[in-house]
């Protein structure tokens, strides 16, 4: 993922934390804040209780890869948390619950052809 789709920075994490909307699913925990960019950027929250770094590292991944792969609206900044069960579910869950609550919080583009689309290498 390119830099400038990332949330890189501590004052950016904490107002997502402080500021955005809150939604949960069995897997993982999504916060969004709106931001005024032509695109979104991404935080990924693992925390140790997780796994070990391989756990960990493998469930940013999956993540990463379920986002790249649903067409969003652009303008948002989102933070997505993992929850325990998040370490041994395979990619098609995790992409399942990260669509439902994209889709929940009004992410989702509803057109796939949409002119917004928004393009993750």
Request: proline share 4%.
């Amino acid at each position: 993922m390119r830099k400038q789709l990332r949330l890189r920075k501590r004052k950016d994490f904490d107002t997502v934390f402080k500021k955005g909307q809150f939604l949960t699913s069995r897997l993982l925990v999504l916060r969004s804040v709106p931001n005024q960019l032509q695109h979104n950027r991404y935080g990924f929250v693992t925390s140790k209780r997780l796994g070990n770094a391989v756990v960990r590292n493998r469930v940013r991944r999956r993540l990463k890869e379920g986002i790249r792969s649903l067409t969003t609206r652009p303008g948002r900044d989102i933070v997505i948390s993992t929850r325990a069960p998040a370490a041994h579910a395979d990619f098609h869950q995790l992409k399942a619950a990260v669509a439902s609550l994209f889709a929940r919080a009004g992410i989702l583009s509803d057109d796939p052809n949409a002119s917004g689309k928004e393009k993750h290498p």
